[in-house]
């Protein structure tokens, strides 16, 4: 028996994804599995997540996952280890104020591809685990003690789009609560173009966070920060410093 409980919740369109990557996932023995069936009314995700959270009482670790993210390692011994007084991720970005620019900082790792398994490529950052700014939202890993003791909710004017980011900001304004990337061996299954509501969501954010003093950012896409200082420049760290490339950050 896992001394912890584990509760892991998916919003699911695609039961068949849904099928491979979560309830037919033997790393995710020993936890429970919350599937919420939004083939019909397609709510948005954030009224999903305070569905759930609204409705837990009792300790628990809290997985909020995609219906095609897939951990390839067992999960329980994973969440034992970790600190209930911090988010969790596999993989984030920090924003690091620097005395000239500012210098995105990627954390964590992911393997990533295509619905059906090709253009497979593996994301790594500049360090397995440690803290950041924000978590993509693939994956978002809280305990239920932290949820009720800062009334922790998702934005419900984000839909679809940056609500983890957004978690993650807020969690840290409002309680000063840091994110932390967790090395995590897991893949997902989704790549393509960045959508119409996913730039309406990263402006809402913008204007939402754009008195704060500290720069945020989304590993989705190319340099999209908000908050803080826009006008100072920004660059996206390189593995190799030297071939570092110089990027003008712009609305």
Same mark, same amino acid.
């Given at each position: ?63 909020? $996952? ?70 993509? $939202? ?29 978690? $993650? ?16 061996? $897991? ?65």
């Amino acid at each position: 028996m896992p001394s912890q409980k584990v509760s892991v919740v998916s919003v699911v369109r695609d039961f068949d994804m849904y099928g491979r990557c979560v309830s037919g996932n033997p790393f995710l023995e020993g936890c429970e599995l919350v599937p919420v069936d939004n083939r019909s009314e397609n709510l948005p995700v954030t009224k999903r997540y305070n569905d759930y959270l609204d409705s837990v009482h009792d300790d628990r670790w809290i997985v909020f $996952c995609h219906e095609d993210w897939e951990v390839r390692e067992p999960l329980l011994p994973v969440l034992e280890k970790l600190d209930r007084g911090f988010l969790y991720g596999p993989i984030g970005v920090f924003v690091e104020e620097r005395r000239r620019s500012d210098v995105m900082i990627m954390r964590g790792g992911v393997e990533q591809s295509a619905k059906d398994g090709r253009r497979q490529v593996v994301i790594r950052g500049k360090d397995p685990s440690g803290r950041v700014d924000t978590f993509d $939202c693939q994956c978002l890993i809280v305990h239920s003690s932290l949820v009720r003791m800062h009334h922790l909710r998702f934005d419900p004017h984000l839909c679809f789009d940056m609500y983890v980011e957004d978690f $993650c900001v807020a969690a840290f304004e409002n309680a000063g609560i840091q994110s932390i990337a967790v090395e995590l061996k $897991c893949h997902h299954h989704s790549r393509g173009s960045l959508s119409a509501s996913f730039r309406d969501s990263l402006e809402y954010v913008r204007r939402k966070y754009a008195s704060s003093r500290k720069r945020y950012a989304t590993i989705v896409g190319h340099l999209n920060t908000f908050g803080g200082d826009s006008s100072r420049n920004v660059y996206k760290w390189k593995r190799i410093p030297w071939v570092m490339l110089r990027y003008r950050f712009s609305k």
